[in-house]
Each structure stands twice: as C-alpha cells, then as structure tokens.
C-alpha cells in the first residue's frame, strides 16, 4: 500500500458520509494498495474539476468521517460546494463515489492451468485436512469484502512465547476470490466429513475419484462436485467428495499404464473451471501419492513455485521422521521421470510453545531448514476443533479468530 503523507504535510479535516459509502472506499482503496486520504483527495481534487455538478447521493444515516489532506484543499472545496450549492456533506459524498468510479476494482488474474497445492505428510494427524480446507477457504473468500489477515509471522516472538500484541500484525485486506476446488484425495474422507458433506458411496454403480483414474467410470467427473454454500465464498468453493474405495487404489493403480498420470487425467476435464486445486492427500508413500506428486510438478509453461507439495507439520520429532521419508519420495520421482517439483514450503500446525522445550527447539529446527521454508505456524487453538464438530467450514465458523487470520497469511504467502 502506497505510503500517505505525514501529517504534517496536511491538515485534518472532519464532515460525514454514509456507512456504505465509506465501506466500498475503504475495501476499494485495500484492493487497489492506496491509503483512504490520498484517495479522498483525489476523490475531492476530481470533484473540484467538473464542470457541472454530478447527481446526488443518498447521504441518509451519515456519520462522522475525518481525514487528513492537503493544506487549502478544504477551502477550495468549500468554496467549490457553495458556488454549486451543495452541503460539503454531498460534495464530499460525491467526490468518493467520484474516484470510485475512477479507480474500479481490479479482477482477479487467471492463469492458463489452475495452481495446484498438493497438501501433503505421510504421517497422520498433523492437520493436513484443516491446512486443505483452510487455505481453499481463504483462496476463494470474497475479492468485495475486508478479512482480517496476520500480516507477519514474528517467528522468534514464536520462539521466545511472547504474546504478539503488534498492531500492525493484523490488517483487513480483501478477499482473493479464485474459483477454488477442494480434493478430498484421502480415502478416510475427513475433509468431506468436517465440511459437512456427503461422501461418495462405496457401492459398484456409483463413480468416484478413483474409479476417474483407473478408468473404470463411464460418467462425467464434474458430476461428482458439489459446491460449498456460503455467501462468503460467492460460489467459488467447491468440493470433490472421498470415497472408501481409495483404500484400494494403489492396487488398481498398479494395473494401469502411466500410472503417475492417473490423478491429472482424471482431474484434467474440471481444471478449466478452477483458478486453484486443492488435493487433500492421504497418509501414505504408496502410488496414489506418486500421483499426487507427479500432478504437482511445475509443468513447460507454468512459473516456479505456482504449483507443488505444500508438507503440513508439527512441532515434534516423528513429524521430522516423516518429512525426510516424504522428501526422499518426492526427490526419487523427480529424479526418475525428470520432472520439475516446487516445494510451496512447509506448514508447522498445531504449535503450542506451552509444550515447553520440544516444542520450540522443534520449530527452530523447522524454521532452520531454509529449503524449503517455513511459510506458516498455525497455532493448536479451540476454533478448529470446533468448526470440525459443528461440521463448518473454519474461516465460517470464525472468521475473525487468530487461525483463519493466520490461513489468509498462508494463502498469500504461496499465492
């Protein structure tokens, strides 16, 4: 965000503007990276140059709104108003609603192939499901409203278990607004269960995930997708629901011919649709992560770093144990099929330095690391859990607690 003039340079000034009014100025100035007052002036500075005077605004319910601006712009513009006969509270109004449609908002770039994070540890139970369902959540979030984002990680502030009261840690910036799809890749189906979601019935007549990448399925895979009904995501978070049946798919996958390709074939129909895909994988080093990995890898016309594993830890030795089994897989499929794979970096989830020693001493091992880096310490709070049984989508069930500020930091950091 551009740097406003000190106040020094300016003079305070206060009027009145109506509540819907000052909130798309304050959203559209947060999207486009300007400060509210040089917004304001160029609002004023605009308003001053008509020739005429534009149609009223609705300026019921208006209340108190100051600024700092120019020193004798003020009293140009009231002079300005009183020659058009006009209160400086309509002139003002106008005069945003001027530079707002001067300055729309931007639209959200769309890349030729949709990012695809592979969400991913062989261990269980380091959260990878809330990680997926989080960061999917906040990728889709509305481009049109503020949300509360942790705008710095204050790691060693992490280390040394000082509570971070940092006023600038925590900024409302606008939503993302990518068109997100979650893949519930894990055959024990715990992102469609903590959605509130059907999962996809175990049965010979219905199709899944799976049966897309064995061929076996005879239908079409966008019929299996089913959208997550928030007004806080406009339509732009969907889901493909787990099945049993993955319990079974490295055997099927060892039948079929290029197998590593199974995931991307069966996913390549809905990657039109999507500006993110998000594959929730399953606990295990078998074929079916090959897959995932293999769908991960930075592909001729993709930048580095758009896609690739995104590894979920914990502050605590068997998550070490685990990352070195997952990052030797990894590293043997690059090598072997010659492929390009971008760590997005690695995630320390559910940290608490209440732990005591392992805990920190775990952390600063992580963050030590450098290659790839440490892109988010998510602390073990109660929202969670409690989103999980209440079966609601985190940034939903709180989206002003310190998880959902800390996942929006994670969607930008990766973005």
Sequence with gaps: MTPPATSNDREKVVSKLPGWLRQDLKVRA????VDIQSAVEQGIEAWVSLASTPSEVDTSGADSFSTFLPAGQWDLFRQTAADRRVSLIQGLAQSV??????????????????????????????????????????????????HPVRISKHFAALLNEQPENDPLEVEDLPGLGRRTLLVDFDPQRHLTKQLGQQEIPMAPDM????????????????????????????????????????????????KVRFREAALERALAPIEPLYDEIIVDCPPSLGLSMDTAIYYGRRREDEDPG??????????????????????????????????????LGIVVNLYDPRRGYIATSSLEAWIDIKDPRVVAVIGDLTDQRKAVRVKQPLLSFAPRGEQATTMRALAREVS
Excluded at 30 to 33: D, R
Excluded at 224 to 238: K, M, Q, S, W
Aim: hydrophobic share 40%; aromatic share 4%.
């Design 97 to 146: 609603r001027l530079w707002l449609e001067k300055n729309p908002a931007p639209s959200v770039k769309r890349a030729k192939h949709p990012r695809r994070r592979i969400v991913c540890n062989q261990k269980g139970g380091v959260g990878k499901t809330a990680v997926a369902a989080g960061l999917g959540e906040a990728l889709a979030e509305d481009p049109g409203s503020l």
């Design 207 to 254: 199709e899944s995930l799976s049966k897309h990448m064995t061929g076996e399925a005879k239908g079409d895979i966008r019929d299996l997708i089913v959208p997550i009904a928030d007004t806080r995501y406009g339509g732009r978070l969907d889901l493909l629901p787990g099945c049993q049946d993955g319990f079974l798919l490295d055997v099927a996958l060892s």
């Design 30 to 33: 947060a999207q486009l990276g």
């Design 306 to 343: 758009s896609s690739g594993p995104l590894i979920v830890v914990q502050a605590e030795d068997s998550s070490a144990d685990a990352y070195d089994l997952l990052v030797t897989q990894i590293e043997d499929l690059r090598d072997d099929m010659g492929v390009e794979v971008d760590y």
